[in-house]
């Protein structure tokens, strides 16, 4: 396995405002992802995160929304951008380390007032 | 389309109990199937995986699973249950390094 980390754990943030979540990793990785996990729910894939190549994402997600930044092999950030209340969740960073075996970071859990 | 479905939403177990949790999914080649937990305030952690071949896989912490292709079932076990294993419990399939998770099912543990 691998050791994940993402900054910040937790964040109240007000809506309207943007917040980083930066995704630390301590091996070099290939594919990087971003879930969100809303309040009583599962994890839904936002985007994978390629280093080299723009993010890919998934159906009901956009870039302006929530923009990836991937400039190396060992870190990723996910902006939420002009939050809104429904953007209150948990969200996690994943590594693949190789037979298409992901690996969780701790997860950030956003409340938006 | 991959799907899965985890038909429990909540279980009650004693502890020292056995514990079962089942995993429904649908995928159109061999799936590779996970199970993780998560604990509260945590991440998720990876207890056990199938690719291929036995068909029973073990995993961290005592638990293990059971691929069983003709029921598209991957039900995850454990003979006895300790309240550290109160926690969200989540079927995944795997595919094209993508996963789909089912809902999850919450363990509470009784003593």
Redesign the interface.
Known sequence: ?AV?SQKPSRDICQRGTSLTIQCQVDSQVT?M?WYRQQPG?????IA?ANQGSEATYESGFVIDKFPISRPNLTFSTLTVSNMSPEDSSIY?C?V?LG?????????T?LTVL | AQSVTQPDIHITVSEGASLELRCNYSYGATPYLFWYVQSPGQGLQLLLKYFSGDTLVQGIKGFEAEFKRSQSSFNLRKPSVHWSDAAEYFCAVGGDYKLSFGAGTTVTVRA
């Open positions: 396995s994940i594919m992802f729910q599962s994890l839904t894939l994978t996690l994943s693949d037979a298409d075996t992901q690996y969780f970071g701790p997860g859990r």
